[in-house]
């Protein structure tokens, strides 16, 4: 999140529109929505009525025994969960200041390299329509690990306004239980070069200008890179981003990923004969790049109906004995469709112009097989893409065994840790639940405020996959009896 200006009454006033359907008793101005969610992390965020300094997200596995308290102050929150498991349901709700809703779930990211991914992509839906939430309720049906938004997510000027009406309300059930990674489309720029967009999402910032604008992350064996290509086709001011810093962190990004599965998305097609047609910017400017580090699909929006093109290179059609990318416009995701108005072309495998839908992909071992589900749940286009997967190294089994002395205690409260790991030279590092870390075997952590924390150690060795095991402390606010120094373990097997 990039918030850099106040909100305007009208904007405040928004807030008070939504909440938790089904006949939920109590509901937010904004529900909980998940961001940045990862193998160990995942960040909640939701707005109350009023300002409040003592919000939190309860959470754990089966049951919302953990806390972490908000560090805000007034309505917007956004809470990071550290030192979670990973591929694992929590469960989790929100209260402060008389505000709660109900307990809903998230499954956190696998561990990189994991052969086994399933995810949802769609763009032009943020009208808060009818067909939108059909969409939203198909996908969710389909349980998704990660939803992946191909921009033009809030009609019609990407305000905060209607961030709130035709994005966070309609899709309140799903944002709730399936992290969202987007990029912006034309229609976020209108306001203020997406600095609404920016306000409202928290997305990774791994290039060098520390922008949310363009990123990338790892889910499971599967790269994604997400570009904004109103930034490459000259939407933007250069104190926003430029096509340079752009196109250095996509070669960069892509040439260092050890993923055998790459996916880029951005909101302009490269390929399309829908109604705006082509972006020569993005196809002339990205893929040669695309190409030259092995990119296997992209994805875009744009242009309102589905389209899917042959394996592509540079201009034309790949040849018999060439490698090329197939490029998909998947653009019916709640907007009013638009149809063709010239003939299919050669390159185009299939397009359609008349149903709503979503693109839901399985990336399992060395196949990626994707279709385009109808808001009847019906498919309209199926297709497969195939690799020769490196046998994956047999992982070294040990164990990891966590100790710690006083695991409870009132703030602020010492505790000591002691991980022991089977693995000789490893290399020991901890997350304490409240934002601090540290690393060694033994280590000594200060509580300084009351909570359930859930203490992680992760043992690594250079060519074996890490061992984790947590333990819990207790801290009670200062001046209450201390519950007791029950010593806690931990062992991953």
């Known amino acids: 999140m990039d918030r850099t200006k106040s909100l305007s ?12 359907a089904s006949g939920d008793a109590l509901a937010l101005p904004r529900d909980p929505y998940l961001q940045k969610v990862g193998p160990d992390t995942a960040t909640v965020a939701f707005r109350l009525s009023s300002n409040c300094s003592s919000a939190q997200v309860r959470y754990g596995v089966g049951n919302t025994g953990q806390t972490v308290k908000s560090s805000a102050t007034a309505k917007i929150h956004a809470v990071v969960l550290t030192g979670l498991a990973p591929a694992t349901s929590y469960t989790y709700s929100v209260d402060g200041c008389g505000e709660t809703t109900p307990a ?17 992509a769609v ?39 209607e961030f709130q009406t035709n994005l966070f309300t309609p899709m309140a059930a799903l944002l709730a239980q399936v992290p969202m990674f987007a990029t912006p489309g034309n229609h976020e720029y209108v306001t203020n070069e997406a600095q609404p967009y920016l306000d409202n999402l928290y997305l990774p910032t791994n290039n060098a200008e520390g922008s949310e604008r363009y990123y990338s992350f790892d889910w499971g064996h599967v790269h994604f890179v997400s570009i904004d290509s109103n930034c490459a086709v000259g939407l933007a001011s250069a104190s926003k981003c430029t096509l340079a810093a752009q196109k250095a962190f996509v ?32 196809r002339r400017q990205f893929g040669p790049l695309f190409e030259k580090y092995g990119v296997d ?9 589905y389209e899917r093109s042959k394996p592509m290179l540079g201009d034309a059609e790949a ?32 397009r359609d112009d008349a149903a709503h839908g979503f693109l839901d992909v399985d990336v399992v071992e060395g196949n990626l097989t994707a279709k385009l589900v109808k808001t009847d749940g019906g498919t309209l286009d ?28 009132a703030a602020p409260h010492t505790a000591s840790f002691t991980a022991t790991a089977s693995q000789s030279g490893a290399t020991v590092t901890w997350d304490f639940g409240d934002g601090a870390t540290a690393e060694g075997p033994q280590v000594q952590h200060v509580f300084a405020q009351a909570g359930t924390y859930t203490v ?25 009896t201390d519950p007791g120094t029950d010593p806690g373990t931990g062992e991953d097997p």
């Open 456 to 480: 992680t150690a992760k043992a690594s060795v250079q060519g074996a996959a890490p061992l984790t095991a947590t333990t819990v402390v207790t801290v009670t606010s200062n001046g209450t």
């Open 9 to 20: 009454l009208a904007a405040l006033a928004a807030l008070f529109v939504g909440g938790f």
């Open 251 to 282: 070669e960069k990004d892509l040439a260092a990923t050890t993923q055998p599965w790459k996916v880029v998305f951005f909101h302009h097609p490269s390929w399309s004969s829908g109604e705006h047609g082509s972006q020569l910017t993005m």
């Open 297 to 305: 699909l992209v994805l875009t929006g744009h242009d309102h109906d």
């Open 104 to 120: 809903k779930a998230f499954t956190t990211a696998p561990v990189p390299g994991t052969r086994r991914v399933h995810f949802a």
């Open 319 to 350: 040849g018999k004995n060439e490698t090329g990318i197939p490029y998909l416009v998947v653009g019916g995701g709640g907007a009013t469709l638009r149809t063709f108005a010239t003939s299919r072309p050669s390159w185009s495998v299939i």
């Open 382 to 409: 199926s297709f497969t893409l195939s690799k020769t997967l490196p046998a994956q190294p047999q992982q070294p089994q040990g164990t990891l065994n966590v100790a710690v002395n006083t695991a409870s205690g």
């Open 123 to 161: 763009g032009d839906f943020g009208t808060g329509g009818s067909d939108q939430k059909k969409v939203a309720a198909s996908m969710l049906t389909n349980k998704p690990e990660l939803f992946v938004a191909l921009g033009d997510n809030a009609y019609a000027s990407g305000t905060e306004t």
